[in-house]
């Protein structure tokens, strides 16, 4: 098992660009979440899925975030139009559940910067 | 609504000294509560964890973390701090099944 891992770790681009990251998850896990982390805070919820179930979405930013796991397997996150305000660390995490300890396990991460 | 706060954005202490990171957080119910450790361009790993029990725990690097539910405080220590401690340290607070809610990080710094 090698952990979560993340892809691409970092990426540029242009303000009004698309830009989608994905994230593979410790293959046994069936819960996936992510979470941005701006410049001097913590990690901020965004979403997370049960398998193919995306069971909480309120957190998304705007309605140019999306995410998708189609197969319960790796996910997606997806930003339209990019901008500048967006420019972060997006963080992804895997757990098991139900397990008592709702232990997740987070990747690398993606850095994303908007010029 | 869930918050957790961490008083000290920075701290700097010499190798060999201990250490305490503060960690305060607000929680309707029974908390989980988790302290991760992030070095410069790696993602968060988790050093220890609460969840019921012995209000002291032990987790790995030699960290412990001693839950005071009276205080509503998490706090992380270290008796002997190494140069390779030197990160970003964030306490996160859930629940059963529940996203986590991070502080905004405490920054540690170690001194030769």
């Known amino acids: 098992d090698t952990g979560v891992s993340q892809d691409p770790r970092h990426k540029i681009t242009k303000r009004g660009q698309n830009v989608t990251f994905r994230c593979d998850p410790i293959?046994?896990?069936?819960?996936l979440y992510w979470y941005r982390q701006t410049l001097g805070q913590g990690p901020e919820f965004l979403t997370y899925?049960?398998?193919?179930?995306?069971?909480?979405k309120s957190r998304l930013l705007s309605d140019r975030f999306s995410a998708e796991r189609p197969k319960g397997s790796f996910s997606t996150l997806e930003i339209q139009r990019t901008e500048q305000g967006d420019s972060a660390m997006y963080l992804c995490?895997?757990?098991?559940?139900?397990?008592?300890?709702?232990?997740?396990?987070f990747g690398p991460g993606t850095r994303l910067t908007v010029l | 609504a869930q918050s957790v706060t961490q008083p000290d954005i920075h701290i700097t202490v010499s190798e060999g000294a201990s250490l305490e990171l503060r960690c305060n957080y607000s929680?309707?119910?029974?908390?989980?509560l988790f302290w991760y450790v992030q070095s410069p361009g790696q993602g968060l790993q988790l050093l220890l964890k609460y969840f019921s029990g012995d209000t002291l725990v032990q987790g790995i690097k030699g960290f412990e973390a001693e839950f005071k539910r009276s205080q509503s405080s998490f706090n992380l220590r270290k008796p002997s701090v190494h140069w390779s401690d030197a990160a970003e340290y964030f306490c996160?607070?859930?629940?059963?099944?529940?996203?986590?809610?991070f502080g905004p990080g405490t920054r540690l710094s170690v001194l030769p």
């Open positions: 899925f049960q398998n193919e179930a995306q069971l909480e």
């Open positions: 293959s046994e896990h069936n819960r």
């Open positions: 995490a895997s757990s098991w559940f139900p397990t008592r300890y709702n232990e997740q396990f």
């Open positions: 929680y309707g119910a029974t908390p989980y």
């Open positions: 996160a607070v859930g629940n059963y099944g529940q996203n986590f809610v």
